[in-house]
C-alpha cells in the first residue's frame, strides 16, 4: 500500500445521517461499485470483524475479495483478545495484502 497509495480508496461509513441524505449515500455507493465492477484490473474487498461479549472467547477478522462481479477469496482469521478497531485492522490487512498479490492489481 505504501508503494501505491493512489490505488488504494477506503470509503468510511458516515455517522447517522437523515433519510435524504442515506439516499443520497446509497446512491454514491452504488455508483462507486459500478465503476469498480466494470475495471478488470481492480479488485476490492469487504471486510468486517467481530468481537464476542464473552471474554474467553477471541475477536475474528475476515475479508472478501472481488474482481468485477466474481468473488474469489474468502477469509477468515482469529485475531486474538484485542480491542474492536485492532480486529477491524487487522481485517483489512488482510484484504489489502490478499489484493496486491493479485496479477494486475
Do not use: K
Not at 21 to 34: M, S, V, Y
Not at 88 to 105: G, K, R, V, Y
Amino acid at each position: 500500500m505504501d508503494r501505491f497509495p493512489d490505488q488504494v480508496i477506503f470509503d468510511n461509513c458516515c455517522p447517522l445521517l437523515e433519510q435524504d441524505a442515506l439516499e443520497a449515500r446509497e446512491r454514491d455507493l452504488f455508483t462507486i461499485l459500478r465503476n469498480v465492477r466494470l475495471s478488470d484490473d481492480t479488485v476490492y474487498c469487504s471486510v468486517d470483524a467481530s468481537l464476542p461479549d464473552n471474554t474467553q472467547h477471541q475477536a475474528v477478522s475476515a475479508a472478501i475479495l472481488y474482481r468485477e462481479f466474481e468473488e474469489f477469496n474468502r477469509v477468515r482469521h482469529v485475531a486474538g483478545r484485542v480491542t474492536a478497531p485492532d480486529a477491524e485492522l487487522f481485517a483489512i490487512h488482510s484484504a489489502i495484502t490478499l489484493a496486491t498479490q493479485q496479477d494486475n492489481c
